[in-house]
């Protein structure tokens, strides 16, 4: 086998999007899962019929589709061992790719979804102890065992706040890796895209690429990242 023989098979392409609670459309949202063809994604926001175009797109994975922003989901072109991931004020999820189940990877792969509390929620205080909370809950996660791991989601968090600083301090940022570091965020989803809030972290992984991708009616674009497992 060739050395680029070799790096291809060993790639997964993930992506992350926040669905704007059923704001993205459905005709854009199938058209960037079929243009894009993730092996795996991770949905927040997620409301049922926008699940229902993920559960046509991919065969594995699991959905929780809501109408109150705490929607969330993971979807998978080959088995994925998917749960909720305990965290302070709202869940996060965590999928696990098995090596046997994903052979050309060749070893486990996990994949943690995140929507961290938007900060301007009221009471302040309570938000800000709830933003630190979450934080902390991932990283005493994944602190207690290393392994090729992926971090995604909304994390309503700038590269100037608290919470991503925390988070870059212990894990790569994949846009920076790959020098593509966008906005993923609008005051409105047509708008010009502002704050750079969606992130994918890595460790044990290379990032080879990732890129914004719009999906017309969310005020996030979502990202999609090329990922090299080491």
Same mark, same amino acid.
């Given at each position: 086998?060739?050395?680029?023989?070799?790096?291809?098979?060993?790639?997964?392409?993930?992506?992350?999007?926040?669905?704007?609670? %059923?704001?993205?459309? @459905?005709? /854009?949202?199938?058209?960037?899962? +079929?243009?894009?063809? !993730?092996? &795996?994604?991770?949905?927040?926001?997620?409301?049922?019929?926008?699940?229902?175009?993920? *559960?046509?797109?991919?065969?594995?994975?699991?959905?929780?589709?809501?109408?109150?922003?705490?929607?969330?989901? @993971?979807?998978? &072109? +080959?088995?994925? *061992?998917?749960?909720?991931? !305990?965290?302070?004020?709202?869940?996060?999820?965590?999928?696990?790719?098995?090596?046997?189940?994903? $052979?050309?990877?060749?070893?486990?792969? *996990? #994949?943690?979804?995140?929507?961290?509390?938007? $900060? #301007?929620?009221? !009471?302040?205080?309570?938000?800000?102890?709830?933003?630190?909370?979450?934080?902390?809950d991932v990283l005493s996660y994944i602190g207690a065992k290393r392994?090729?791991?992926?971090?995604? %989601?909304?994390?309503?968090? /700038? !590269? /100037?706040?608290?919470?991503?600083?925390? =988070?870059? *301090?212990?894990?790569?940022?994949?846009? =920076?890796?790959?020098?593509?570091?966008?906005?993923?965020?609008?005051?409105?989803?047509?708008?010009?895209?502002?704050?750079?809030?969606?992130? &994918?972290?890595? +460790? %044990?992984?290379?990032?080879?690429?990732?890129? $914004?991708?719009?999906?017309? %009616?969310?005020?996030? /674009?979502?990202?999609?990242?090329? #990922?090299?497992? +080491?």
């Amino acid at each position: 086998m060739d050395r680029l023989a070799a790096v291809v098979e060993k790639v997964i392409r993930v992506m992350t999007a926040n669905l704007a609670n %059923g704001k993205a459309t @459905i005709g /854009s949202l199938r058209k960037v899962l +079929e243009r894009e063809q !993730p092996d &795996v994604a991770a949905f927040q926001e997620l409301d049922p019929a926008q699940a229902r175009v993920a *559960e046509q797109h991919f065969s594995f994975g699991r959905m929780d589709p809501r109408r109150d922003c705490h929607g969330m989901g @993971i979807g998978a &072109v +080959e088995p994925i *061992e998917v749960e909720r991931f !305990p965290m302070t004020h709202r869940d996060g999820w965590k999928g696990l790719m098995r090596a046997g189940a994903w $052979p050309h990877l060749g070893r486990d792969v *996990e #994949l943690i979804n995140v929507h961290i509390q938007n $900060p #301007l929620m009221r !009471p302040i205080r309570e938000t800000t102890a709830n933003r630190a909370g979450q934080v902390d809950d991932v990283l005493s996660y994944i602190g207690a065992k290393r392994m090729a791991r992926v971090i995604v %989601g909304d994390m309503n968090a /700038s !590269p /100037s706040w608290k919470v991503y600083k925390r =988070l870059a *301090e212990r894990l790569q940022d994949a846009a =920076l890796a790959t020098d593509s570091a966008k906005a993923t965020w609008a005051y409105f989803g047509a708008l010009p895209r502002v704050l750079r809030i969606d992130h &994918v972290f890595i +460790e %044990g992984l290379v990032a080879l690429e990732t890129r $914004p991708v719009r999906i017309r %009616g969310t005020d996030h /674009s979502a990202i999609v990242a090329d #990922l090299y497992v +080491e």
